[in-house]
């Protein structure tokens, strides 16, 4: 499973809903594109010292997927489809999208614009 900004956020705070949701996934991924939104919104907390402390402590429980060549495709397909579809989605989830597809994996967010991408299954919590 691959989480999204939301769902990190969530995590961190130990959501019990989102906990249930996770607790068999077999591997928890973090697009690259989540880790840098994440850090970005801690930079702005009054709880920036706790929130870096975690991700010090417990990053390493989740893969961090790159962005590599072959995402590039699939971040060209789908921005293509949702193009045809006059749907458009933020560019960042358009690459944690293309991460999904490429790793096959599902996306835990509660962002009901990836819905619209075929080959994608989005849960919610």
Do not use: C
């Not at 429980?61 to 949702?82: G, K, Q």
């Not at 490429?102 to 919590?125: G, K, P, T, Y």
């Amino acid at each position: 499973m691959i989480l999204d900004t939301n769902a990190l956020s969530a995590f961190v705070v130990q959501d019990s809903a989102l906990l249930r949701v996770i607790q068999h996934a077999p591997e928890l991924a973090l697009p690259v594109i989540v880790l840098g939104e994440y850090r970005f919104g801690i930079s702005q907390s009054r709880h920036r010292s706790d929130y870096e402390n975690w991700l010090g402590r417990d990053l390493h429980l989740f893969s961090v997927l790159p962005i590599v060549e072959e995402t590039t495709r699939h971040y060209a397909a789908i921005r293509l489809e949702l193009k045809r579809k006059g749907l458009p989605v933020p560019a960042n989830d358009a690459w944690i999208a293309a991460l999904a597809r490429q790793h096959r994996l599902e996306i835990v967010s509660r962002d009901a614009h990836f819905d619209a991408i075929a080959n994608l299954q989005r849960i919610d919590w």
